[in-house]
């Protein structure tokens, strides 16, 4: 008399729907959350000036103040916004060169203050070449 067999009739199977799903959910989530370092698509609104001064042909370094006071060294973002944190963005930038043009490209709507405390660090730091971004002013008949 045989009451059961030793071994099983169907062979174990790895379910991988559910595999699929937990990555795709993973996948999804990196996608939505990371943030692409495209500083070109910060949008400014520069001020704007009568005279058309341009700046030199030289690799200036670009200081830019976003319209809530965000301070932005080249391509990276300083984090705090105190003048020892934007000092310390400056010269990890620029290095030990003093003479390098500097543009301040700030918003038109950015905080006076933010404006005035990425000069004081340039001032502090030595740098001499200092300039502003601007936009042409629109003429008279264009308004």
């Keep these: 008399m045989k009451l059961g067999r030793g071994r099983m009739d169907e062979d174990p199977e790895i379910n991988l729907i559910s595999l699929i799903d937990v990555l795709f959910c993973l996948i999804l989530f990196l996608v939505v959350t990371t943030t692409f370092n495209q ?71 950015s905080p006076y203050q933010s404006v005035i405390t990425a000069m004081d660090a340039l001032g502090q730091l030595g740098f001499v070449k200092l300039q502003m971004a601007t936009t042409p002013a629109p003429k008279a008949n264009e308004r």
Excluded: C
Excluded at 66 to 71: C, L, N, P, Q, T
Excluded at 85 to 97: H, R, T
């Design 39 to 109: 500083r070109s698509m910060l949008k400014l609104q520069l001020p704007q000036s009568q005279s058309g001064a341009q700046a030199d042909a030289g690799e200036p370094l670009m200081v830019l103040v976003d319209s809530e006071g965000k301070y932005f060294i080249g391509n990276n973002a300083v984090l705090k916004t105190d003048v020892a944190s934007l000092k310390e963005a400056l010269v990890a930038a620029a290095g030990d060169d003093r003479t390098m043009p500097v543009v301040v490209r700030a918003d038109a709507r």
